[in-house]
């Protein structure tokens, strides 16, 4: 097997890009509702804020539970966000450079 292959994501990649994607989105949805709190819009009805903080929520959420190793299944999107990042799966063992 070629696991040297440039082209292929390690498992860390991946999961790091998938983190990326939903704290995007998140940041996204957190500007909207800062943007309805603070300028009050005519028109536009304060029943619009739920549309961002349900965005936020579902980004946090998605980073909760579906950044998991490809491996064994754990859910390591709060460990990947948090402060100690480890370079393995803390469940499995599986190194997070190995490619998926
Ligand atoms: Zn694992």
Same mark, same amino acid.
């Given at each position: 097997?070629?696991?040297?292959? @440039?082209? +292929? ?7 790091? +890009? ?5 704290? +995007? ?15 009050? !819009?005519?028109? !536009? ?24 190793? @490809? ?8 460990? !990947? ?16 450079? +190995?490619?998926?």
């Amino acid at each position: 097997m070629d696991d040297q292959d @440039p082209g +292929a994501m390690t498992i860390g990649e991946m999961l790091k +890009a998938k983190i990326f994607r939903a704290r +995007a989105v998140a940041f996204g949805c957190w500007l909207l509702f800062a943007a309805t709190m603070f300028f009050d !819009l005519p028109g !536009l009805h304060r029943g619009w804020m739920v549309v961002p903080f349900v965005g936020f929520m579902g980004a946090v959420l998605y980073i909760m539970w579906c950044v998991n190793c @490809p491996r064994c299944g754990a859910r390591l999107g709060q460990v !990947l966000s948090g402060t100690s990042k480890p370079n393995f799966c803390p469940s499995c063992g599986v190194g997070l450079d +190995a490619h998926v």
